[in-house]
Each structure stands twice: as structure tokens, then as C-alpha cells.
């Protein structure tokens, strides 16, 4: 197994992988690191992709999703065929209060006038608790998707406190990936999507802070209407970008 704090060999990784194929990367990361690698979904389509490439070349990685208590039923809803249709259990991750213990502790509806710190709460926390478990976080990020993901490589090795004195790598397999070829994939695939996708939602997250977005606009413009704010934190806060 490669260091985990070998910053060189990180680097090299994610130039080499530039140019290798979904498959490749993937099998990289289980023959490698096998369940110390797992996905992290909201069930967004590229996350997808990533899955059933995954599962179909007998990559069983561990999945786990965030449950905040605030998502949509149609979300649930495609959890569910996910797990029927790859055969596997999807571990959700949960808060610590639950939306109506929040609320009694630090007021009503917290997204409406602390947005940052609710998804911190209901987010960032229980996410750092599972990451400190991983050798590898696999994600469905895509560079098209927002401004603030433009930059992102295959391969990044990050820091943060829970950690300690080690890092994790956070792998993105589908970071070259267009909205069109997740979408071309996933209609040759027959593959379950969320159903709220026909009404016009892109990225798809809680309930208060999602709405549909409109022909023009960024895959994440639907997110957070009315803050200044494009990014939940799970794929920010991370201390040591390299
Ligand atoms: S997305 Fe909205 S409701 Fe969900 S955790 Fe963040 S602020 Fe809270």
C-alpha cells in the first residue's frame, strides 16, 4: 500500500489518472485500499455512474449517505432501488439531535438564519466521524458542476483534525466527466435516477435549501437561494488540500 501522507506519489497518481478510464481508477482503489475505500452519495447521477461501474467489475466498495432528516421522499425512495438494484446495503450516516431536538435547542428552522452551521451540524460532523474510519472517500464530484469545483483532481490527499497525524485520500473518478455523458451512461444502463430530476432539479440535497433550476443556470444554482453560499462544507473543510 502506497503512504498515505507520500505527497509525491499522490501527485503523480492523479496526473496518471488524467488519462485512465473509470474502470482503472476505480480497480485502483480496491486493489489497493479494498473497504477502507468507500463511497459517499447523495445519489446524484455521476455518484452513480461511479457505483455501478463499481459494483459491475466486482469492486464491492462500502457506500454510505448522509441522512439529515430533511430529505426528500424521493430521495429515500431511490436509496431504496439502489440497494435492490446493486444488492447491497447503503449505510446512512445520521446527526447527532434530531431536526425537532435541534430546533428546541437552537431555534426553528436553523437553515433559514444559520445555514452554515446547520449543515455543519447535520452534515460536516457526522462525516468527519466516518472519514476518520477510511483510508479513501470516493466521490461523484465533477468539475462542470460549480465554480468552486472547477479545480478538483482525481486524486487529492487531505488533513483535518480528526485525523490526527494522518491523512485520507479523497478520490474523484468522475471529475472529467460532462452532465451529458452521466446522463448518456445512465439511459444505456437503465439505471434509477431521483425522480425529482424531471421537475427540474439538478443537484439534489435537504429539502428547504433545494429548488428546481432553470435552462442556463449552474448545475448548483438551486441550492441555498438567498445566501451566499454554493457549498453544504462536507467538501470543504477539509484543512490540507495537496
Ligand atoms: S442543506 Fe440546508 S437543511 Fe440541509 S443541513 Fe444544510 S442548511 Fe441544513
Same mark, same amino acid.
Given at each position: 500500500m502506497p503512504s498515505l501522507n507520500d505527497r509525491d506519489m499522490v501527485r503523480l497518481q492523479?496526473?496518471?489518472?488524467?488519462?485512465?478510464?473509470?474502470?482503472? !481508477? /476505480?480497480g485502483w482503489a480496491w486493489e489497493t485500499f479494498g473497504e477502507r475505500a468507500a463511497f459517499g452519495t447523495s445519489f446524484q447521477g455521476a455518484g452513480l455512474v461511479a457505483m455501478h461501474t463499481a459494483y459491475t467489475n466486482g469492486f464491492r466498495f462500502p457506500v454510505f449517505t448522509i441522512d439529515t432528516g430533511l430529505l426528500f421522499p424521493e430521495t429515500l425512495e431511490l436509496k431504496t432501488q439502489i440497494e435492490s438494484r446493486l444488492g447491497f446495503t447503503i449505510e446512512s450516516l445520521h446527526p447527532e439531535q434530531t431536526v425537532t431536538e435541534q430546533a428546541a435547542e437552537l431555534g426553528p428552522e436553523l437553515w433559514k438564519s444559520k445555514p452554515d452551521l446547520c449543515c455543519s /451540524?447535520? %452534515?460536516?460532523?457526522? /462525516? *468527519? %466521524? %466516518?472519514l476518520a474510519s477510511l483510508d479513501v472517500w470516493i466521490t461523484g464530484l465533477r468539475r462542470q458542476q460549480n465554480d468552486t469545483r472547477e479545480n478538483i483532481r482525481i486524486v487529492e490527499l487531505y488533513h483535518f483534525d480528526v485525523l490526527r497525524d494522518r491523512y485520507i485520500i479523497k478520490l474523484n473518478p468522475m471529475a472529467s466527466w460532462s452532465r451529458d *455523458?452521466? *446522463?448518456a451512461y445512465i439511459r444505456e444502463h437503465d439505471f434509477p435516477v431521483n425522480a425529482l430530476a424531471a421537475r427540474g432539479y439538478r443537484s439534489i440535497g435537504c429539502q428547504p435549501c433545494t429548488r428546481p433550476v432553470a435552462d442556463g443556470e449552474s448545475e448548483r444554482a438551486g441550492r441555498w437561494t438567498g445566501f451566499d453560499?454554493?457549498?453544504?462544507? !462536507?467538501?470543504t473543510f /477539509?484543512?490540507?488540500?495537496?
Open positions: 492523479a496526473e496518471e489518472f488524467e488519462s485512465a478510464s473509470l474502470r482503472e !481508477i /476505480l /451540524l447535520r %452534515k460536516v460532523i457526522p /462525516l *468527519q %466521524k %466516518k *455523458q452521466v *446522463q453560499k454554493s457549498e453544504c462544507g !462536507i467538501h /477539509l484543512g490540507s488540500n495537496i
